[in-house]
């Protein structure tokens, strides 16, 4: 006997995909306005709200292949068009055709990363992504950005450092590099007392200059993936390289 599907979606984890678009689409009519902070902000909630909804899903069992898509489908608002409005309406509009190409190679570029993130979401191993997820790459661009413009960095250095790091950024979104995902901290379970404490200083480290902190935070881990990669192949090589003298002494 067949049994029915189940139709409808769960509201809770849904809601807050939608309050992520929202986020998102906010930022794209805040960055047409010259409103960059507000857009950087909008942009920045809506990457809380990402994370949010997919860890709510995941504790309350409410995952399902409705949530998964469209949550793809906001995260290309929210990631992908809006941090590439926001950078070509700031900075990379002045370089013509140029700026407005690396501007659609990065949304591009982080609509393949989705796409196969979808395709590959019961393949791989839960503790890394493959490629740098679009919501860090939105951050990193959305964070140069905010932290040219308070920092009053020159607009002629600020458009060729957006120029350059989207198409890092576009390069390291569609790559096989692993980053991890930080899918298996445990929120939820007891920690040492110790672990709230060094959380209280976490957060009033980044609330000192919280565009900065968080920008660093973003580099650090776009540089992750790379770094560890470069650590691994280094390993390997020495690992080869140990067996052949080995195999010649023998």
Not at 29 to 41: F, L
Not at 72 to 96: H, K
Not at 144 to 159: D, F, G, H, K, R
Request: hydrophobic share 50%; with cysteine; aromatic share 14%.
């Amino acid at each position: 006997m067949k049994t029915k599907e189940k139709r409808g979606f769960y509201i809770l984890p849904n809601l807050l995909t939608t309050a992520s678009m929202f986020a998102g689409f906010y930022a794209i009519v805040a960055s047409i306005q010259g409103q960059w902070e507000k857009a950087v902000i909008a942009i920045l909630i809506s990457g809380f709200l990402d994370g949010l909804d997919g860890r709510i899903a995941r504790l309350t069992g409410t995952v399902s292949p409705f949530g998964v898509e469209y949550d793809s489908l906001a995260d290309l608002i929210a990631f992908g068009a809006a941090p590439a409005i926001l950078i070509f309406t700031y900075a990379l509009n002045s370089l013509g055709r140029w700026g407005w190409l690396a501007a659609f190679l990065y949304l591009a570029c982080g609509a393949l990363r989705l796409a196969r993130f979808n395709t590959q979401v019961k393949k791989v191993d839960a503790h890394y992504f493959i490629g740098l997820p679009i919501p860090a790459a939105a951050g990193a661009l959305a964070l140069t950005a905010i932290n040219s413009l308070q920092w009053q960095i020159p607009q002629e250095v600020t458009q060729y450092l957006l120029l350059t790091l989207t198409y890092l950024l576009s390069f390291l979104m569609v790559s096989t590099i692993r980053y991890r995902s930080f899918k298996d901290l445990e929120w939820v379970r007891h920690k040492p007392f110790r672990a709230s404490v060094l959380g209280v200083l976490f957060l009033v480290v980044i609330m000192s200059h919280p565009f900065l902190m968080l920008w660093c935070i973003s580099l650090i881990y776009m540089l992750s993936g790379p770094v560890a990669l470069s650590f691994y192949l280094i390993r390997r090589r020495k690992i080869q390289v140990e067996k052949e003298e080995t195999l010649l002494g023998g």
